[in-house]
């Protein structure tokens, strides 16, 4: 009996340990993180609406739901959303930036664990570019008979971006 008892207290004192080391290292890293987060987002909407020089958010009571963008002197440039669907095997996220006409200015996918090689390239310009001037309204994946060339390899992942704009954009339609 002794030979279980004097093993697991020892045990016992390194978990102990070891997760108050963690639990200071969270709490000195975390206001870093999140500061980092909200700089990354800032990037990312300043990326797909270039023209702003601020951003004013529109929320519905928990969450904001898209932001306007501004010049210096105050006209409104644009709007900017995000937007999340699952593709092949992760959720992708895509932040869209639209016109005063409502015609996607730029989108970029911020968030996104797809194959690599194949799904992974829908963060390549190449494959962001093809929305510029658009209508969301109306994107399709060119399987699906629309204009948004796949993937090679990765029409899922396309499909997802695509169908995320259009669903969301229609969603946020009657507010814009």
């Not at 004013?56 to 409104?76: F, H, I, N, Q, R």
């Not at 929305?131 to 993937?151: A, C, E, H, M």
């Not at 029409?155 to 814009?176: C, E, G, H, S, Y």
């Amino acid at each position: 009996m002794k030979d279980f008892i004097r093993p697991t207290l020892v045990l016992l004192i390194i978990c102990v340990i070891s997760g108050a080391i963690l639990a200071f290292i969270y709490q000195q890293t975390a206001p870093l993180i999140a500061e980092n987060k909200l700089k990354a987002e800032e990037a990312a909407r300043r990326l797909v609406l270039p023209d702003a020089e601020f951003f004013k958010p529109v929320s519905d009571s928990s969450e904001v739901l898209y932001y306007e963008g501004y010049s210096a002197d105050s006209t409104l440039v644009g709007y900017i959303f995000s937007c999340v669907q699952y593709g092949y095997s992760s959720d992708v996220k895509t932040i869209v930036g639209l016109t005063p006409e409502l015609m996607i200015s730029a989108i970029t996918v911020v968030s996104q664990a797809e194959t690599p090689g194949l799904g992974a390239n829908c963060t390549k310009d190449d494959f962001t570019a093809q929305f510029t001037g658009k209508n969301p309204d109306n994107i399709y994946v060119d399987k699906d008979g629309g204009d948004i060339q796949s993937l090679t390899g990765a029409t899922i992942t396309t499909r997802a971006v695509t169908n995320a704009i259009r669903d969301a954009f229609q969603k946020l339609q009657d507010r814009l």
